[in-house]
């Protein structure tokens, strides 16, 4: 049952039970009618509480029957908050936990609320691409004021239910329990006060108004059209929200349907509802059983205090867990752990830190010089320079001096997790986790799986990865994993635009409308250009047919490695990151140009886009084929979290399959056309060549 009954005397127990967070999928909302018509028929019941159980109220609607006839099918959501307002008997919601969208749109139905302190509350469906669909939008300003709940409705955040029962006049929250555990025991006591309420109190009854009117929400609408030009649902939140202090009720509750069914087609809402589900899909590994027993980690060790090291050893300090951090001289050990610091009260001059939360984290931190000192920890991190034989050297040392069972770990970007591993004599204890920079701060991880890393290492790695607050996601070993591989080849295509015409402003700039958080050369210059030339250096003698615009390397081989050294593929001003046109670049690519014989063209802002973004497309359908990635929705939460790619276009997979791939395959022949192009890579993938004919998606 996806709801549980229970009488306890005189009053109804109703207890959702659809874990983990009670969704109102179809099974739950049928349960909860069931459970209803049992109460009313019962002459003895006299009240009826309906509560969540587990550690959640009610997490809202089911994301997945979206877009499948289970989303509109009776009862569905409206019917079973009609079905609650018009009870002849009194309704109670019992608040726990975290009640959110048509979780908190059902309690709204309810006669009357009690909370727990410490439940957070929510109307998220704006990050969703959506708005409140049952009613949420005109009965939350009812009971919370105009102000409040646009706020909260527009924003999707949550609120802690004190903060909510402070606001003047509310009515959301009728009674606080005195905690958690004696919500259930005083929501039991208030059905009996409330038994014999008539007339039963309806929301929808509430007057609802905002003193300024339409001025109030003409202010909301202007504050929200910088931030939300490529998101449509924000503002019409607004214009929801707005309908509740209308002619009534029920046509607030037209224009809310309405504007929620509007919604629901977008792209931007298919986009960013395809995320939500990619996002909770990414910790489902095959082979890797959900009962499989986590090693445990109350310690860490890190190989290397440079940028990235310190930025790694941060995200163990943050979630309270101590950290050795091992150098090879004491100069670099002192420096790494003053860059630690400095970080930290940068974060404590914004107002993100206390200088006590700064002191506390610094003493879990410990230094050394010795592998022998790192002997206990349960978890190492290698974040050396990325050279095989560097790692090679590191591995061995790491092999010899960690306890059995312990996990090593390679920060490793492009090497061969694999060979690593054949370092040591405890193959199956060796994953890769690719942090990205800052790593203090950069919200993806890829977990790189070797053929012989042991199932319960990936599961101990995927858990520890969610409690330093990292979106975790999992890639076989290739050069590169998923997104560095797919990036080379985006790259590659940026260099191709310049040969043929563009400047690196013109590509940055198109590709930056169509809504990247960076173009292929700031990104270049951000990261430094010589990560690249190495690369290619390399790629000549393992692949030298693979061909790249020159322009790269001459720019590399001027000294313009990009910000850190004050020029790159622009000019940068001493202490400013601010990316100007270079003279000097613009020769240098005009000379390439005449070097290759290629007649500069005009190229549109269309076919940049395309290029680049077909670009990743493709190689990331040779990367699901080859099994590297095990789901497309993987890779785009890789280029959401780890390369800025547009949310509302829901990465480059669901792009491509908005787009349809029959006419993504036609573009990439129409590329391959060009006497300038790489022919060969826009063949498009197999796997992409099978799906366009077959009328398929990626995802």
């Known amino acids: 049952m996806h709801a549980d009954y229970q009488l306890h005397g005189d009053v109804a127990l109703i207890t959702l039970n659809n874990p983990p967070v009670n969704g109102l999928g179809?099974?739950?909302?049928?349960?909860?009618?069931?459970?209803?018509?049992?109460?009313l028929a019962d002459a003895a019941v006299q009240a009826i509480v309906i509560t969540g159980g587990g550690k959640?109220?009610?997490?809202?609607?089911?994301?997945?029957?979206?877009?499948?006839?289970?989303?509109?099918?009776?009862?569905?959501?409206?019917?079973?908050?009609?079905a609650l307002e018009q009870c002849t008997k009194p309704v109670l919601a019992a608040i726990h936990g975290t009640v959110m969208g048509g979780g908190l749109e059902l309690a709204l139905g309810c006669h009357y609320r009690i909370a727990a302190?410490?439940?957070?509350?929510?109307?998220p469906e704006v990050k969703l691409g959506l708005l409140p669909g049952a009613g949420g939008t005109q009965r939350l300003p009812r009971v919370v004021g105009v102000e409040a709940a646009l706020n909260m409705v527009v924003s999707g955040e949550a609120v802690a239910s004190e903060r909510l029962a402070a606001l003047p006049g509310q009515s959301l929250f009728q009674r606080m329990a005195t905690n958690a555990d004696a919500l259930l025991d005083e929501a039991l006591a208030f059905a009996r006060e409330i038994a014999a309420a008539r007339p039963l109190p309806l929301v929808r009854a509430l007057p609802c108004s905002h003193p300024q009117g339409e001025a109030y929400f003409q202010f909301a609408r202007n504050m929200l059209r910088p931030s939300t030009k490529?998101?449509?649902a924000p503002l019409h939140c607004v214009d929801a929200v707005q309908a509740a202090t209308g002619s009534g009720f029920e046509d607030g509750l037209a224009t809310e349907r309405s504007l929620f069914e509007r919604l629901m087609a977008t792209p931007q809402s298919r986009a960013l509802r395809h995320l939500f589900l990619a996002e909770r899909a990414v910790t489902k590994m095959s082979g890797v059983p959900p009962e499989t027993a986590l090693r445990p980690v109350a310690s860490v060790a890190i190989i290397g205090a440079g940028t990235m090291?310190?930025?790694?050893?941060?995200?163990?300090?943050?979630?309270?867990?101590?950290?050795?951090?091992?150098?090879?001289?004491?100069?670099?050990?002192?420096?790494?752990?003053a860059t630690m610091r400095r970080n930290y009260e940068a974060q404590i001059a914004k107002g993100k830190l206390t200088s006590e939360a700064l002191e506390r984290r610094m003493a879990l931190l410990r230094t050394t010089l010795r592998y022998g000192d790192l002997a206990q920890a349960d978890v190492v991190i290698e974040a050396v320079f990325e050279d095989m034989d560097v790692k090679a050297a590191v591995f061995g040392e790491l092999d010899r001096a960690m306890k059995p069972g312990a996990i090593l770990a390679s920060n490793t970007s492009t090497l061969d997790v694999n060979q690593i591993a054949a370092c040591t004599q405890r193959p199956q204890d060796v994953v890769g986790l690719h942090f990205f920079s800052p790593a203090n701060v950069m919200q993806l991880l890829e977990v790189v799986r070797g053929e012989k890393t042991a199932p319960d290492v990936l599961a101990t790695v995927m858990a520890l990865a969610k409690t330093i607050r990292k979106t975790a996601v999992v890639s076989g070993v290739?050069?590169?994993?998923?997104?560095?591989r797919m990036v080379e080849q985006y790259l590659r295509q940026a260099g191709f635009l310049l040969d043929e015409g563009c400047s690196p402003q013109q590509v940055d700039k198109a590709i930056e409308a169509f809504g990247m958080a960076m173009g292929p050369f700031r990104m270049s210059d951000l990261a430094g250009n010589d990560i690249g030339w190495a690369i290619r250096k390399r790629r000549a003698i393992e692949n030298p047919g693979m061909r790249y615009s020159p322009t790269a390397d001459a720019v590399c081989d001027m000294g313009r490695f990009g910000q850190k050294t004050g020029a790159g593929w622009y000019d940068y001003q001493p202490g400013k990151r601010e990316a100007m046109p270079s003279a000097e670049v613009a020769a240098a690519i005009e000379a390439c140009r005449q070097a290759q014989g290629t007649t500069p063209r005009r190229i549109d802002a269309a076919e940049i886009v395309q290029r680049l973004v077909f670009a990743l497309v493709n190689e990331a359908a040779h990367i699901l084929e080859e099994g590297i990635a095990m789901r497309a929705g993987d890779i785009d939460i890789v280029y959401l979290y780890?390369?800025?790619?547009?949310?509302?276009?829901?990465?480059?997979?669901r792009y491509a399959d908005e787009l349809g791939l029959f006419s993504v395959v036609q573009s990439m022949q129409r590329f391959a056309a060009n006497p300038h192009a790489d022919a060969s890579f826009w063949q498009p993938a197999p796997l992409l060549s099978r799906l366009a004919a077959a009328g398929k998606t990626f995802t």
């Open 26 to 39: 179809y099974a739950t909302r049928v349960a909860i009618m069931d459970a209803l018509a049992t109460a």
């Open 56 to 82: 959640a109220f009610c997490g809202g609607a089911d994301i997945r029957e979206f877009d499948t006839p289970a989303a509109f099918r009776e009862p569905n959501l409206h019917t079973v908050i009609a």
């Open 117 to 123: 302190p410490g439940t957070r509350v929510a109307m």
């Open 230 to 232: 490529n998101l449509p």
């Open 309 to 337: 090291g310190g930025g790694i050893a941060m995200n163990f300090l943050n979630a309270g867990i101590p950290v050795q951090l091992l150098e090879r001289q004491p100069e670099a050990l002192e420096r790494g752990v």
């Open 478 to 484: 290739c050069d590169g994993f998923i997104g560095n």
């Open 642 to 653: 780890g390369y800025g790619f547009p949310a509302f276009r829901g990465g480059p997979m």
